[in-house]
């Protein structure tokens, strides 16, 4: 899991927590964010769905 209000995570901080998720054969992760800007937002939106 991920959580931080603060600040948005880099989009590689992101995409590392969710392939280690993956690595360790968790059913699911979670990202928890709070977007502030419209590049915040485009950020999350360019995360690969898998």
Same mark, same amino acid.
């Given at each position: ?8 995570? @880099?989009?590689? %901080?992101?995409?590392?927590?969710? @392939?280690?998720? %993956? %690595? @360790? ?7 928890? *964010?709070?977007?502030? @800007?419209? *590049?915040? *937002?485009? *950020? ?7």
């Amino acid at each position: 899991m991920l959580y931080d209000f603060q600040q948005r995570p @880099t989009k590689k %901080e992101i995409i590392n927590c969710l @392939t280690l998720a %993956e %690595e @360790t054969g968790a059913d699911s992760a979670k990202i928890a *964010v709070m977007p502030k @800007t419209l *590049v915040d *937002v485009l *950020v999350l939106l360019s995360l690969p769905i898998q």
